[in-house]
Structure formats: structure tokens, C-alpha cells
């Protein structure tokens, strides 16, 4: 009896020892796998945002979308399909995954998307629309970022501008009226399909493809009669902030002159100007056109067109 009772006793002892030092081992287990860690930058911006929602910066309580990947978006990392559209959110200055995402020793791949949306589940085929007036921004690794795995958790994101940015500077010179802005409009010519309003963005490429169909106007107006989005001062602003501002999906050629319309309603009358001929509007720039109104006409010089970093400047004239 002695003897069978110490035999138990050294069984329990050694599948005790096993089964802690497997898997109840808090260090070793913790060991297994690392907690993702994002930082993130927005490149080529250098100007502030003023009536479309344009960001220089992320604010506290900003979200963006995560897919974590194997390389290719095709792939979730680890297989495992809650890696795809993971929620981020800044909160205190540092960016929470929710859920929180586990490195092991392969290495990851992460796209990045700003706004997040649950509606995304494919990194290929997000949805961006111009009628939010949203800088939506995509990203991956910042050049230079070393693998990211289990032993180096926290990666670095270069967030870049998938819309194109149209912006006016306007003047009255000679104007008799009141000069009150109200709306502007970037829209197709009757019966043209040059400006899509929906699209779908791959993160991978930055490529946005146009939706069939989906041919509205990206506009800018008031919505209260009390404020215009300008009251179109004397003098040219020497301020980018003051430009007024359009998101438009990226159009590769305008067409033909006139293919494409601005549009500008200024004390109840809309002045309407022929965009030239093969203007193109690239994703990630900001195509500048300083405007004049004078007497019953609309001036618009030379167009330039700056990356976000730049894009085209002009300057033209509209008439009734």
C-alpha cells in the first residue's frame, strides 16, 4: 500500500510538471505570440482643411481599418479571418486594435484605410464616395520597416490620399453685387460620364475603380442661409487654409473642353465654366485655380496642379 501510494504521488507530481510548463506558464505562454502595435504618419500634406473634410493629422478618436495580412490581401495573417478589417481606434495618443491582433514568428503585412467602416470586408474593394466630401486615405509600411513578427511588433504606416483635391482661390474685381457664394458643383455635361461620385479603392495599389452608373456631381454648398460657404472677398487670399475645397475621384482625362462643368452659384445666378480638354485630376494631388469675378463674368487663370505634394493652377473666366 505504501509503495502504490508513493508511485501515485510521483505520477501526479510529473503530469503536474508537464502540464504547467506546456501551457499554464504565464511567461512562457505570453512568450507565444506579441500584441500588434501601430504607428502612423500621412504623407505630402501641406495644407489645412477648410469645408471638405481634408486631414493633416489624425484627432483623438480617429478610426482607421486594418487588414493584417501574409503579403497579399488574399491572405489573412495566421489564417485566421479576424485579421481582415480590424478596427483602430486613437485613443491617448496611441492606436488600440480591437480585437487585438497576436504575432507569432511569421511575418505580417499590414494595409491600413481611414475612415473605417464595418462594411469593408475585401482590402481590394473599398468603398469611397465623393458626395462625403472625405479625404480617404490608404497606407502600408513606411519605406524602411523592418519584418514585423512576434519580435518586432510595432509597425509604422505611411497613410496617402486616394482623392483628388480641387481648390479655388476667389476674388471680385469690379463686382457690383454682393459676391455670395452658395455652391459649387464639379459635374458632367449632359449626357457625359466623365466624374464618377462611387468608386472602389485597392489597398494594395491605391487604384480606385469607378462604379458603372454612378455619374453625381462632387459639390460643395451651405446649409443654412445665414452663413455662405464665402462671402468673395477684393483681394486673392494669400492663405491656403482660406481656399475653398472639392474632393473628386480621380479623373485620368476630362475629355473634351466642356466634357466636364464648374459650376458656381454667386448671388442666385450660376456662372458655369468648360473644364479644358484632357484635364487630368490624379489621385493624392491638389489642382489649384485662382477664380476672378468681374462684372457679369468669371475669370479663371492658369491651373496648378501640385502632388499633395502638388498638382495643376489656372486661372479662367465663366459667363451666364
Keep these: ?19 504547467c510548463s506546456k501551457d499554464d506558464d504565464p511567461l512562457k505562454a505570453e512568450g507565444k505570440d506579441t500584441v500588434l502595435k501601430i504607428q502612423t504618419e500621412i504623407a505630402n500634406l501641406d495644407v489645412t482643411g477648410t469645408r471638405a473634410s481634408l486631414v493633416s493629422a489624425f484627432p483623438e478618436g480617429a478610426n482607421i481599418g ?3 495580412t501574409s503579403g497579399s490581401l488574399d491572405a489573412n495573417y495566421d489564417s485566421y479571418k479576424g485579421n481582415a478589417n480590424v478596427l483602430s481606434i486613437l485613443k491617448n495618443g496611441n492606436w488600440t486594435q480591437n480585437p487585438e491582433i497576436r504575432l507569432t514568428g511569421e511575418n505580417a503585412t499590414v494595409y491600413a484605410y481611414y475612415p473605417y467602416s464595418s462594411n469593408n470586408t475585401d482590402g481590394r474593394s473599398i468603398l469611397v464616395d ?3 466630401q472625405q479625404d480617404y486615405m490608404y497606407g502600408t509600411h513606411t519605406p524602411g520597416q523592418a519584418a514585423i513578427n512576434k519580435n518586432n511588433t510595432v509597425v509604422n504606416l505611411t497613410m496617402k490620399h486616394a482623392m483628388a483635391l480641387v481648390q479655388f482661390n476667389i476674388c471680385k474685381v469690379n463686382y457690383p453685387w454682393e459676391g455670395r457664394l452658395t455652391r459649387i458643383e464639379i459635374a458632367n455635361a449632359e449626357k457625359k460620364e466623365v466624374i464618377f461620385n462611387e468608386g472602389t479603392l485597392d489597398l494594395s495599389t491605391g487604384i480606385i475603380k469607378n462604379k458603372e452608373g ?4 462632387a459639390v460643395i454648398k451651405i446649409y443654412s442661409d445665414v452663413h455662405p460657404l464665402l462671402n468673395i472677398p ?15 475621384l480621380p479623373v485620368e482625362s476630362t475629355g473634351t473642353e466642356g466634357d466636364v462643368l464648374f459650376k458656381f452659384t454667386i448671388d442666385e445666378r450660376i456662372y458655369t465654366w468648360k473644364v479644358p480638354a484632357g484635364t ?25 496642379i501640385a502632388d499633395w505634394t502638388g498638382g495643376v493652377s489656372a486661372s479662367f473666366n465663366i459667363a451666364d
Design 234 to 248: 477684393d483681394k486673392l487670399s494669400e492663405n491656403e487654409a482660406d481656399f475653398l475645397k472639392v474632393f473628386v
Design 1 to 19: 500500500m505504501k509503495k502504490f501510494f508513493f508511485l501515485a504521488v510521483v505520477t501526479a507530481s510529473i503530469f503536474c510538471f508537464n502540464s
Design 66 to 68: 486594418l487588414f493584417v
Design 130 to 132: 465623393h458626395n462625403t
Design 280 to 304: 487630368a485630376w490624379k489621385g493624392g494631388t491638389k489642382n489649384t485655380y485662382t477664380v476672378t469675378l468681374g462684372g457679369s463674368s468669371l475669370k479663371i487663370g492658369n491651373v496648378n
Design 214 to 217: 454612378k455619374n453625381k456631381e
